[in-house]
C-alpha cells in the first residue's frame, strides 16, 4: 500500500469540506466530516456518475415511533447528481440498500498533511 499526500488541512474550510484528486488514474474525493477525514471513489456504483460531485446532506429516516421521519442533519451523505442515490461518506454505503457501496480509502493525517492509502 501506497500514501499519496492529497492536501493539507488548511485546503479544507470546515466539515462538509471536500478536495477531489486524481490517484494512479482513479478519481478520489476527501471529505472531512465532524473532524475526520474519509475518501471515496468518485464513482457511483449505480450508472458511473460522478458521485462526489454531488452536495452533502442529511438522511431520512423512520421515527422511534416506527411511524414517522426524522430527519438527521449531519451532512455525511453525498447524493450522485445522476440520480440522486445516497451514500455514507464514512463507510461508502448506500443509505437505501447496503448491498450497493462505493470503494473507500484509509486516510491518514500527519502534522497539516493528509494522505490517502492505497
Known sequence: MTRYKVATTDE???DGARVLVEIDGLEIAVFRVDGEYHALANYCVHQ???LC???LTG???VGD???G???EADERYVVCPWHEWKFDV???RNV???RYVTPTFDVTVEGEDVYVVR
Open 69 to 71: 421521519w426524522e430527519y
Open 96 to 98: 437505501s440498500d447496503e
Open 12 to 14: 479544507f474550510d470546515g
Open 59 to 61: 438522511k431520512m429516516s
Open 90 to 92: 464514512t463507510t461508502g
Open 48 to 50: 458511473g456518475g460522478p
Open 53 to 55: 460531485e454531488g452536495k
Open 65 to 67: 415511533d416506527g411511524v
